[in-house]
T-cell receptor, first 112, second 114 residues
Framework: DAKTTQPPSMDCAEGRAANLPCNHS???????VYWYRQIHSQGPQYIIH???NNETNEMASLIITEDRKSSTLILPHATLRDTAVYYC?????????????FGTGTSLTVIP | DTAVSQTPKYLVTQMGNDKSIKCEQN?????MYWYKQDSKKFLKIMFS???????INETVPNRFSPKSPDKAHLNLHINSLELGDSAVYFC?????????????FGPGTRLTVT
């Protein structure tokens, strides 16, 4: 039921920027794009979210295309601890609650 | 200082048994959730409570019964456990239910039914 498409896996050299793409071509105008990650055997961890504009926080940057059909999560200086599965999620609009349909995500491996 | 905690972390039990998983959050959030992560890594919501009231109840067998004694707790009771119930169950919380609200997840409970 996921409405997003991500590459199944990526590698990144330690210290370099990791750029994780996500396609969400059916996103509606008032839906947010969220990024979470899950390190093995731990719960999902919130990273960043955005609606239209690019966003940056202490963990990452989120670049959303003008047509909002795709986005890229950027980890500016990847470390070994960033090795995890990264999920791009579009918020589904419900009247009284929220749902997150996590797809299969992108497994990022940071290489020393 | 754990924000969202779950107990137990691991649960191994036999088919037909009844078991409970507990969840507590100390973030002062008013909304709590239960998710199931199956072996294919799809994380799907099961239930959501807002201010102790059930607001989301996905297509889940009625063997699963959530209970929220207060805003900080959301427990999950499972009757007559089946092999297909084996999964990792995550509790989460958020402040509010509108879009743009981030959720904080617990560490998960790995349930194995034999």
């Amino acid at each position: 039921d996921a409405k997003t498409t991500q590459p199944p896996s990526m590698d990144c050299a330690e210290g370099r920027a990791a750029n994780l793409p996500c396609n969400h071509s059916t996103i509606s105008g008032n839906e947010y794009v969220y990024w979470y990650r899950q390190i093995h055997s731990q719960g999902p961890q919130y990273i960043i979210h955005g609606l239209k504009n690019n966003e940056t926080n202490e963990m990452a940057s989120l670049i959303i295309t003008e047509d909002r059909k795709s986005s890229t999560l950027i980890l500016p200086h990847a470390t070994l601890r960033d090795t995890a599965v990264y999920y791009c999620i579009v918020r589904v609009a419900w009247n009284t609650g929220n749902q997150f349909y996590f797809g299969t995500g992108t497994s990022l491996t940071v290489i020393p | 200082d754990t924000a969202v905690s779950q107990t137990p972390k691991y649960l191994v039990t036999q088919m037909g048994n009844d078991k409970s998983i507990k969840c507590e959050q100390n973030l002062g959030h008013d909304t709590m959730y239960w998710y199931k992560q199956d072996s294919k890594k799809f994380l799907k919501i099961m239930f959501s409570y807002n201010n102790k009231e059930l607001i989301i109840n996905e297509t889940v067998p009625n063997r699963f019964s959530p209970k929220s004694p207060d805003k900080a707790h959301l427990n999950l009771h499972i009757n007559s456990l089946e092999l297909g119930d084996s999964a990792v169950y995550f509790c989460a919380s958020s402040q509010g239910t509108s879009r743009g609200v981030e959720q904080y997840f617990g560490p998960g409970t790995r349930l194995t039914v034999t």
